[in-house]
């Protein structure tokens, strides 16, 4: 098949090439066809001679093992990554929404963690809500994969963490992450739990400003237990609840969630 040469010193290959490239969307090979005849005097050529070019310049990239090829999509032609390249790309999409974890999500992750493989009723159990939407984004962010299935009732999907979830927290394996029990030692640590109550006390005068659906009057204190039962709270309700935040010192034992909500 002769490669038809331009007066520029272009050949009919790279033009089609350069069209489809250049194309926002699949383009056709009558468009192709229609683009150049249309433009160029000395040459006239079908649309059969168009697939026979794409079919050339695919061989030219798997001969050099370029990781793309020139694929039909909707009746035209487009450039698209080879399969075995999606991996890299997930990475690449992702990169930014792994720094974007939400606290439910940054959760059930560490569930994950330390429990794998654990199946999704286990998850569940541990949480108190159905954790089902976390998982499918922790699975979109590669950051947890199936493992198989359970012996349980109905088999339940098996999850752990990825070889993405080592990268991205720096780990060598998952015998890296820290035990329960530096875990422990640092959330005792004074400076931490001060840190943590002024970071819980932020964003619940955030989510009250943003929502207007709290009351919030004078400073505000929680145990971890009150903190943990209104986590869950939120977590169910996927929204802050109605409450009103008493001060310390007008009450000094932690108040009944559904009590605050009834006043």
Known sequence: MQDYEF?????????????????????SAAKIREIIVDNEQNIEFDEATVDDFVQLLNERYESKGISFRIERVGGGYTFLTQKKYHYWLSIFQHENAYRKLSQSAVETLAIVAYRQPITKPEVDQIRGVDSGYILRQLMEKALIEVAGRGDGPGKPLLYKTSRHFLRHFGLNSVQDLPKPREIEEILKDDDMAEHRQLLMSRQLMLEAEEEDRVELKGDIYQDSEETNDQTELMDEAEKPQDSEILDDSESTEAEDPSAREEE
């Open 7 to 27: 007066i520029d010193g272009s050949r009919l290959s790279s033009v089609i090439e350069a069209l489809i490239f250049a194309s926002d969307e699949p383009i």
